[in-house]
């Protein structure tokens, strides 16, 4: 019971976090975590969805840095419908860390260990 109570308490806490951010984002994962300076972490089977567009990602961790206005998906990064403010539009995308800029809508992914990105784009 207090699991599921704490479960739904992060889950709103979450949504208001993100709510203030131009692009507005569910996060679930198996924990997740606040620090005091506003900065968000979940863990564990995280899956992000945009509530503005039909954006969805999965990962082992996301980050949430409020200063550098930053979210970071790590490990067994997949990417569904994610758009830049500059048109680019990516369809789907595995790779091994993505870093979206919530004040710009821009992002960044990379692979690592000699894996590759692999994108479908659409212009």
């Given at each position: 019971m207090k699991f599921s109570?704490?479960?739904?308490?992060?889950?709103?806490f979450t949504e208001i976090l993100f709510a203030q951010e131009k692009l507005n984002y569910t996060?679930?994962?198996?924990?997740?975590?606040?620090?005091?300076?506003?900065?968000?972490?979940?863990?564990?089977?995280?899956?992000?969805k945009s509530t503005n567009n039909n954006?969805?990602?999965?990962?082992?961790?996301?980050?949430?840095?409020?200063?550098?206005?930053?979210l970071k998906l790590v490990g067994n990064v997949f990417v569904k419908n994610l758009e830049?403010?500059?048109?680019?539009?990516?369809?789907?995308?595995?790779?091994?860390?993505l870093t979206i800029f919530t004040d710009?809508?821009?992002?960044?992914?990379?692979?690592?260990?000699?894996n590759r990105v692999k994108t479908k784009l659409k212009f």
């Open positions: 109570l704490l479960s739904a308490v992060l889950f709103l996060v679930t994962s198996d924990s997740q975590l606040q620090n005091i300076k506003g900065n968000f972490e979940a863990i564990g089977n995280v899956i992000i954006f969805e990602a999965s990962s082992n961790k996301l980050t949430y840095d409020k200063d550098a206005r930053t830049s403010e500059e048109g680019l539009s990516i369809q789907e995308s595995y790779g091994d860390e710009s809508g821009l992002f960044k992914f990379n692979s690592e260990n000699k």
